[in-house]
Nanobody, 118 residues
Framework: QVQLVESGGGLVQPGGSLTLSCAASGSMFNIYAMGWYRQAPGKQRELVARIFSDDSTYYINSVKGRFTISRDNAKNTMYLQMNSLKPEDTGVYSC????????????WGSGTLVSVSS
């Protein structure tokens, strides 16, 4: 069982920066990937960035060059550094962990709100 807790959200002006954190507890055995999703009101949740166990990463095109996903294995914490924020980045950002087990398991945090407006 894995528990995920996000922090770092808030209100920021366009062009500003925020860093989100996802603290994981419980067994991280066979965690294949961790990622950040976001969901704006009335829209479907979308994958923003993902980091795999081999440290490879994925970003949606709209955040490439602006967001950086990373992890600190010693702290069991994942981060999303967000720069040059735009109003369209607004949403609830949730931490996800995918466990390579039988059956596969996905764990979710409760989310942290990022609001980008002036």
């Amino acid at each position: 069982q894995v528990q995920l807790v996000e922090s770092g959200g808030g209100l920021v002006q366009p062009g500003g920066s925020l860093t989100l954190s996802c603290a994981a507890s419980g067994s991280m055995f066979n965690i294949y990937a961790m990622g950040w999703y976001r969901q704006a009101p009335g829209k479907q949740r979308e994958l923003v960035a993902r980091i795999f166990s081999d440290d490879s990463t994925y970003y949606i095109n709209s955040v490439k060059g602006r967001f950086t996903i990373s992890r600190d294995n010693a702290k069991n914490t994942m981060y999303l550094q967000m720069n040059s924020l735009k109003p369209e980045d607004t949403g609830v950002y949730s931490c996800n962990a995918h466990q390579f087990t039988s059956p596969f398991k996905d764990y979710w945090g409760s989310g942290t709100l990022v609001s980008v407006s002036s």
